[in-house]
C-alpha cells in the first residue's frame, strides 16, 4: 500500500486535509497536477471560522503575521458590512490573505508532519474495491484504503466515482486582472462603480469588476489587456492606469454542488464538492472547513476505530452547508445581474437599498454575518443549542485555552465543576480524548454545563448539564471516539 489515504490536489482544501489526517497519525500522501505552486491567487479572504480552524491546530499566528486583518465583510457589495467583531469569538474580521500565500503556509505545515506531495502528478483514474481504492497517475497505479478529490471544480475524481455535479451552468462572468502599475490617485473612484480595488502585498493590485457589456461572455474566453482597460472606463469613468498585468482571468457563476461527498472509499471536499460565484468570498473557507470536519473521521476510519456510521457524518453535516453556501451566493449574484440589466435597474436598486436597511439592523446583520463567517455553523438537530454548535475559545484552568488543548487533533474532554480533569474510566480513550478543566461559568454560553464533550474539529459532540450517571460520558465517548481500549468499560449504544 502506498498511503494509508491518497489526497487528490494540493490546493488550500488538499493540503488541510492532508495536515488534519498527517497529525493523527494517518500515512498520507499528495498528488498534485502542478509541477510547481499556483503563483496566483484566486481567493483573498479567510473568515473568522477559518482562522479559528487554524488556530485549533497553532497556526493562526503565523498567518495573522501574513495577512491583513480587515474589520467586517460585505454581502452582496451592500454598503452597510457585516459586523464580524459582534459574534462571539476571538476572530472578528476577515484576514486578508492571498490564496498563494495560504498555500505556502499550509504546505510548510504539511511537509512539516512529514507529509509527501507528489507534483507533476495528474491523477486520470481512480477505482476502488472492498480493501481500497486504486489511483492511477500516468502509467503508475496508487494503492491505499482510501481516496479523496481535493481535485477543484473539474474534478477527475469526482467523474471517476460516478458522483453526480448537479447544478447550473454559467450565465453572468466577471474580469479578475492583477497589474504592476496603477494610477493610485484614482483607487477612491473603484467603489462607486462597484469595483474591487485592492492592493495585493506583492506590488501587483487586483480588480475585480462585472462590466454590464461584457458579462455575458463566456469564462474560456481569454481576457485581453484593452478589454480590461475597456470596461474599467465604462464601469468607473477611468481605467485607473492599469498596465502591466501579471495576470488576467474571467470567472463565471456556474454553481453546482455534489450529491454524494462519499461513494464508498472515495471522498469529496472543497471546489471537488461545490462551485459557485466568488460571492463574499466563501469557497476556500468552505473547503478548509471541509477538511477539518472530513480529517479526524477518516482517521478513525484508517485506524479502525470510527464508530459506525461516523464516516458518513461527513456528508451528513457538510453537504447543507454546501447547499447553503451555493444558495446564498446564487441570491448575490442574483442582485448583482438584475441591477445590470436595463429595465430591472430601478427596481433592483430598491431592492438593494431595501437589503441594505435590514442590514443596519443587528439581529439581520448578525444573521448574515453568522453564516458567511461560518460561525453559525452547526451540525445535527439537536433541542440543546451548544451540541454541534463551535466550541467557544474559553481559558482552561488546566491548559491556555480550549483551542490549545485541541491542537493535537484529539477529542477534549472538559470539567466545568472546579473539580479539575476527568479521571478514571476516560483512561480507556487515551490517545483520542484529551482532559481539560474551567472554572464553571467560564463563558455565558456554557451556563449550568458541567462537562463537555468538543470534537477534534471544534464542534460540541455531547455536553452534561448536571450530575448525570457516569454511564452517560461513557455512551457519549463510545459513541463518538470509539469503543474503549479496555474491554472492562461496559456501554449502552444510543446514549
Ligand atoms: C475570482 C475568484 C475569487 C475568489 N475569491 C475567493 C475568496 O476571496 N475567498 C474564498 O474563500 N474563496 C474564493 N474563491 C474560491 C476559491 O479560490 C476556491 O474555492 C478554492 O481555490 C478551492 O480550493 P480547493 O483546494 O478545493 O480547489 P483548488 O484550489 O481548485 O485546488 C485543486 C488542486 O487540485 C489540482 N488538481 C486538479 N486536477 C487534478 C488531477 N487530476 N490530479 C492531481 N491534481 C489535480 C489542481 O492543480 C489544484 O492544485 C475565489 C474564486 C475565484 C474564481
Redesign the pocket.
Known sequence: MDAEVIV?????????LAGELALAGVRVRI????DSP?RH???????PR?VEVLDQRGLAGTFLSQGKPVPGWHFAGLPTRLNFAALDGRHGYTLFLA?AQT?RLLTEWVRGLGVPISRG????GVSQDADGVAVT?GDTVLRAMYAVG????????REAAGIEFPGTDETLT?L?GDFAVVDASTLGRAESGGVLAVPLGDGTTRF?AVDPQRMREPSSTPVTLDEFRASLLRVCGTDFGVAEPRWL?R?GNATRLAARYRAGRVLL?????H?HF?A?????????Q?AANLGWKLAAAVHGWAPDGLLDTYHDERHPVGAAVTANTEVQTLLLELTLVGQYERPATALRTLLDDLLGIDVVNRRIAGAVSALDTRYGTSAEPLIGARMPDVALTSHASVYELLRGGSFALLTLTNAGPATGEVANWAGRVVLGATSAGSHPALAGVTEILVRPDGHVAWLSRDDQPASERTNALTVWAGEPASSTVKTTRGG
Open positions: 487528490v490536489g494540493a490546493g488550500p482544501t488538499g493540503l488541510m498528488v498534485e497536477r502542478r499556483q491567487s484566486r481567493a483573498l479572504t479567510l473568515h477559518s490564496q498555500e502528478a495528474a491523477v486520470t497517475v481535493c481535485d477543484g471544480g473539474r474534478s477527475v475524481v466577471g479578475l475585480v482571468s470567472f471536499a472543497g471546489d471537488a464538492a462551485i466568488p463574499a468570498g466563501q469557497g476556500l473557507n468552505t473547503g478548509l471541509d
